[in-house]
């Protein structure tokens, strides 16, 4: 949408007679250029915090669980609670794979 605005901007006659007055409209055209541009730049911002965000929040889910699955249990407790640590990362494990598929 953005890059049809400019097109049609460039469109517009630099200057505009209305009787005898000549109107210069090439700062008009320069402002709404700058403001497309702060526009985009403000567009590429936010997508790269956002990806930037999901992007930890993957890490940081990948990391814990290698972190829960790592280590070595020796006692059936422990086994017991790697168990319930894998069963808990196999049901989160569906929305960070879509978060990872979106990036």
């Known amino acids: 949408m953005m ?5 049609e901007l460039k ?3 630099d200057t505009k007679k209305i009787d005898c007055i000549v109107i210069n409209i090439v700062p008009f055209k320069e402002g ?6 702060k526009i985009s730049e403000a567009l590429v911002r936010t997508m790269e915090n956002s990806i ?3 992007k ?20 059936v407790e422990e086994i017991e609670a790697m168990h319930k640590d894998a069963m808990e990362i196999e ?10 598929k979106s990036l």
């Open 3 to 7: 890059k049809q605005k400019r097109i």
């Open 11 to 13: 469109k517009l006659p």
């Open 32 to 37: 709404i250029e700058n403001i497309f541009r």
């Open 52 to 54: 930037q965000s999901d």
């Open 56 to 75: 930890d929040e993957v890490l940081s889910f990948v990391k814990k669980s290698h972190e829960k699955l790592a280590s070595n249990p020796t006692s």
């Open 91 to 100: 049901t989160s494990k569906g929305k960070y794979t879509e978060l990872f």
